[in-house]
């Protein structure tokens, strides 16, 4: 595989950026590589867009996991891109990171990158912050996305408690007027609902987290809601908290679940 650490420019965040691409490479004599052989072929590449929490930025599912490796045998791109603490959100006082997620980023990758547009080739995936913008990337395009993962995510937003404590000045920054987040756009529960009762296509979905972890009410909320909806989702839970040796773990059954097979 080969890892690109991408600077660029955003029209729509009118902001220098960075992402991490990870591109298959179809390399036979790297030591310590499982059977020594990297992903052929010359693209154009199924794409997985993989997402950071919230205190994290682009660099980090390299640093804390073995992403690299596990995807290694793979015909599969990876693109991980920074947010900052944005909820993937196009915020009420800041920048408007879901268009730059949702538009731009996947216009310009496909540009830099040999990354196929078909809806069947692309996957989104991450953590905490990043299982709800996987989420909300799954649900809000359907058109563009097969399947979406959600690895210990914040998936009841309107459930968080974003008035409490020390979140509402950072919150309502984020999402504006609180009181009304509950059946907007920012609600997976409400844009679940939506894509139900709509004719567009239903991405495949997968959620897990760890019954120690503080978000593991939120994803019993959703697990029932989507249950009740009628939304096919694969849910597991198991022991854990809110760690990386749980997602390093995880992100290895969120890629058998995808069903790419090795190059």
Same mark, same amino acid.
């Given at each position: 595989?080969?890892?690109?650490?991408?600077?660029?420019?955003?029209?729509?965040?009118?902001l220098s950026c960075e992402m991490d691409v990870i591109l298959p490479q179809p390399a036979r004599g790297q030591i310590g590589m499982q059977g020594a052989a990297g992903a052929a072929g010359s693209g154009p590449y199924k794409t997985l867009w993989l997402l950071h929490g919230m205190?994290?930025?682009?660099? *980090?599912?390299? !640093? =804390?996991?073995? *992403?690299?490796?596990?995807?290694?045998?793979? &015909?599969?791109?990876?693109?991980? &891109?920074a947010v900052h603490r944005s909820f993937y959100a196009d915020?009420?006082?800041?920048? =408007?990171?879901?268009?730059?997620?949702?538009?731009?980023?996947?216009?310009?990758?496909?540009?830099?990158?040999?990354?196929? &547009?078909? !809806?069947?080739?692309?996957?989104?995936?991450g953590l905490s912050m990043g299982g709800y913008g996987a989420f909300k990337l799954g649900l809000r395009c359907p058109d563009r996305y097969c399947a979406a993962a959600s690895l210990s995510g914040a998936v009841d937003i309107s459930g968080m408690g974003l008035?409490?404590?020390?979140? !509402?000045?950072?919150?309502?920054? *984020?999402?504006?007027?609180?009181?009304?987040?509950?059946?907007?756009?920012?609600?997976?529960?409400?844009?679940?609902?939506r894509l139900v009762a709509s004719d567009a296509p239903r991405p495949r979905l997968f959620a897990w987290c760890g019954?120690?972890?503080?978000?593991?009410?939120?994803?019993?909320?959703? =697990?029932r809601h989507c249950d009740t909806i009628g939304l096919p989702l694969d849910y597991s839970e198991?022991?854990?908290?809110?760690?990386?040796?749980?997602?390093?773990?995880?992100?290895?059954?969120?890629?058998?679940?995808?069903? *790419?097979?090795?190059?």
């Open positions: 595989m080969a890892l690109l650490h991408t600077k660029f420019f955003s029209e729509t965040l009118g205190s994290d930025d682009h660099t *980090i599912w390299q !640093r =804390r996991t073995s *992403i690299e490796r596990y995807v290694s045998p793979l &015909p599969l791109a990876v693109v991980m &891109p915020m009420a006082h800041g920048y =408007r990171y879901w268009t730059y997620l949702s538009e731009e980023l996947p216009a310009l990758c496909r540009s830099f990158f040999p990354l196929s &547009p078909a !809806r069947e080739d692309n996957y989104v995936a008035a409490e404590g020390g979140w !509402r000045a950072e919150m309502e920054n *984020i999402f504006g007027d609180l009181d009304a987040v509950k059946g907007s756009d920012h609600d997976l529960l409400a844009v679940s609902e019954t120690d972890d503080f978000l593991y009410d939120q994803n019993v909320t959703f =697990r198991g022991p854990g908290g809110h760690s990386w040796d749980m997602w390093d773990e995880q992100i290895q059954n969120v890629l058998a679940w995808m069903g *790419i097979e090795s190059g």
